[in-house]
């Protein structure tokens, strides 16, 4: 047993032992389906909070030859698998946190040939009677050791891209700790299986990468990987159960990250709400808040527009591409946003390539970067939103009207003025309180068409929900007809009672905005 030569399990135990510990171990399952293959290359990115080194040590005590785990995964899916046995505790496993590289020295070379050292140091003792001499190099050694024992080594790598968040401009010491890895692993006889975890995807230079061999698993790309990636919908409905929580305020503040079709929790958040009993800004409050601030600040080629319209409750399209997985190359909002999707301030559905804020908690931090950053229209626009749903719900038309009229003379510079879809997003934007207590539908399918904006009231919401129809250059009174006549109020399913239909026309040449509400019975 050693400190990262074939450690112990004691990490993985203390998980086990905590008062709330999901089983994910069916991920040991789709790792033993590489192991030995010319797939046993993965690299799994995902953002702070979400469980990554639990994986790393749930994986080391699996694999290692260093302790005996049988008893400790017994009760756990992987146990049920037909291969639970077969690599169970047979590997010599290789188990580094890249984070405590900073305390090897200052520059890359330092850390690594510090690194190496220690490994060598316990090989030596592991390995004996294998003659690893005092002058040998890492690979050497671990060749040595392979060809004498037939023992594959296993590599879990944890917090893998460290030195791509702590020296972010020093591409020289970036690629001598690629190369170190591709020398390590690619191509080694003695490699099982090689396991790494970060925020970041593997980094691109040019169009090759040192580590062209590594699958991929990230916020953008999950594969079979996806149920693993934070806690599912079933799993937080358990713990709700459990812990008397609303699973409907839980999935408002921690779901909506869509992960292959999924929906996905932040892990730690539902943790800590669960244990408080409590809903509150959990995960945002463990990052730092210059990230959002400084990437939102950039504003690339129409990001704020970009921004404006997440905060409205849209999703906005994005190409992943051009992101060269590091945090300083940035050419294009595309690239911003796609880092924000890593980092976990923003989600990404695969099948539109659209993103959009995920949940409620994140919601908030956006909102607190904004008012920071000095966003005085949008700003302006979130203060307004309490009065708007206040006037909407008593059915005061010029009240509505003038709100409207000034939250979208306030965004007209950042938000394309003379179009319904700019209005509908002024509108979605102005009414941002409304979701704490409904449920916003944008192009709700309805009827005989498509409602425009529908709130759904949450769980011990009194209110009734509200339709919104849209007109441009039109008649707010024709809009609340639409309604009618269309059956848009049929977007509220299983529902029956009042329901609040507003009608909202915006006239380009007066720039003026009209409003019409009426209750109706359903």
């Known amino acids: ?182 020398g390590l692993l690619k191509d080694q006889v003695y490699v099982a299986l090689a396991y790494m975890t970060g925020i970041l995807p593997i980094k691109k230079y040019g169009v090759h990468s040192a580590l062209n061999m590594f699958t991929e698993i990230s916020m953008v790309d999950t594969g079979a990987y996806a149920e693993f990636t934070g806690f599912t919908e079933d799993e937080v409905k358990v713990l709700c159960d459990e812990y008397d929580m609303s699973f409907e305020d839980t999935k408002m503040w921690y779901d909506g990250y869509d992960v292959e079709g999924i929906p996905t929790y932040n892990p730690r958040s539902v943790v800590t709400s669960m244990l408080n009993h409590k809903f509150s800004n959990y995960w945002t409050s463990t990052e730092t808040y210059e990230a959002l601030k400084v990437y939102i600040e950039m504003n690339f080629d129409g990001l704020r527009d970009r921004i404006d319209q997440m905060l409205s409750g849209q999703s906005v399209y994005v190409d992943t591409t051009t992101f060269t997985n590091d945090m300083v190359s940035f050419k294009t909002a595309d690239d911003v946003l796609t880092l924000l999707v890593h980092l976990g301030y923003l989600t990404y559905d695969s099948k539109t390539k659209t993103v959009k804020i995920p949940n409620h908690e994140i919601e908030e931090q956006f909102v607190s970067t904004v008012k920071v950053i000095g966003w005085d229209e949008v700003v302006k626009s979130l203060k307004i939103s309490e009065e708007l749903l206040q006037y909407t719900l008593d059915g005061n038309e010029e009240k509505v009207a003038e709100l409207i009229e000034k939250a979208h003379d306030e965004n007209a510079s950042f938000i394309n003025y003379n179009n319904e879809n700019s209005l509908a997003c002024v509108v979605s934007l102005a009414y941002y309180s409304a979701r704490k207590s409904y449920e916003m539908y944008r192009e709700q399918p309805a009827g005989k068409g498509y409602a425009d904006i529908v709130f759904v009231p949450r769980r011990n919401n009194p209110n009734p929900p509200i339709v919104v129809e849209l007109k441009y250059d039109k008649d707010a009174r024709g809009a609340v007809e639409q309604i009618r006549a269309k059956g848009y109020e049929g977007a509220i399913k299983d529902y029956h009672g009042e329901v609040i239909c507003v009608g909202i026309n915006y006239e380009k040449k007066s720039k003026k905005h009209e409003c019409v509400t009426e209750r109706i019975t359903v």
């Open 1 to 182: 047993m050693g400190i990262y030569l074939n450690q112990d399990n004691y990490a993985f135990e203390e998980s086990l032992q905590s008062q709330i510990y999901v089983d994910k171990s069916g991920l040991i399952g789709e790792l033993n389906k590489v192991v030995r293959t010319k797939q046993k290359f993965v690299c799994v990115s995902r953002p702070r909070r979400f469980g990554k080194s639990m994986a790393a040590e749930m994986i080391n005590a699996y694999y290692s030859r260093g302790c005996d785990s049988k008893e400790m995964f017994s009760g756990l899916k992987i146990s049920k698998d037909s291969d639970f046995e077969k690599h169970l505790n047979k590997y010599n496993v290789i188990h580094i946190n890249m984070a405590e590289m900073s305390l090897y020295g200052e520059t890359i070379e330092d850390k690594l040939s510090a690194l190496s050292m220690f490994i060598l140091n316990e090989m030596r003792n592991e390995f004996s009677d294998v003659g690893i001499m005092d002058s040998d190099v890492l690979i050497m050694a671990l060749k040595k050791a392979f060809a004498a024992k037939k023992i594959p080594f296993i590599f879990i790598i944890d917090e893998w891209d460290c030195i791509f968040r702590e020296h972010k401009d020093d591409e020289e010491s970036q690629k001598k700790y690629l190369d170190f890895l591709r």
